[in-house]
């Protein structure tokens, strides 16, 4: 069974910086394209990063603007995003999602399947 716990989440101030952290269960980095979202109060879930594994491909929403990085440690079975420069927008509950399937619309995030989700963790950004 496949299982992602996520972790890091916290209050900051604009500016500052959170690891978010996803330990995964049941499947291996290599079988399955896994990443972040985030769902902020009132709006739809967003892709954040997505790394699709057949293509090895990293793809981040156009509002990270540099400021996030994702990365997987698989003798850990954990992904990380790495978060600096905060901002207010960017407070929302955000999730790791893995998925074994890919559609062909799209790219990175928009092209997860039906993906299995973490339970989220809570990113508050005050300025």
């Known amino acids: 069974e496949v299982q992602l716990v996520e972790s890091g989440g916290g209050l900051v101030q604009a500016g500052d910086s959170l690891r978010l952290s996803c330990a995964a269960s049941?499947?291996?980095?290599?079988?399955?394209?896994i990443g972040w979202f985030r769902q902020a109060p009132g709006k739809e879930r967003e892709g954040v990063s997505c790394?699709?594994?057949?293509?090895?491909?990293?793809d981040y929403g156009d509002f990270v603007k540099g400021r996030f990085t994702i990365s997987v440690d698989p003798a850990k079975n954990t992904v990380y995003l790495q978060m600096n420069d905060l901002k207010p927008e960017d407070t929302a509950i955000y999730f790791c999602?893995?998925?074994?399937?890919?559609?062909?619309?799209?790219?990175?995030?928009?092209?997860?399947?039906?993906?299995?989700w973490g339970q989220g963790t809570q990113v508050a950004v005050s300025t």
């Open positions: 049941g499947f291996t980095f290599d079988d399955y394209h």
């Open positions: 790394i699709t594994r057949r293509d090895d491909r990293t």
């Open positions: 999602a893995a998925t074994g399937i890919l559609t062909h619309n799209g790219r990175g995030c928009a092209r997860f399947h039906a993906p299995t």
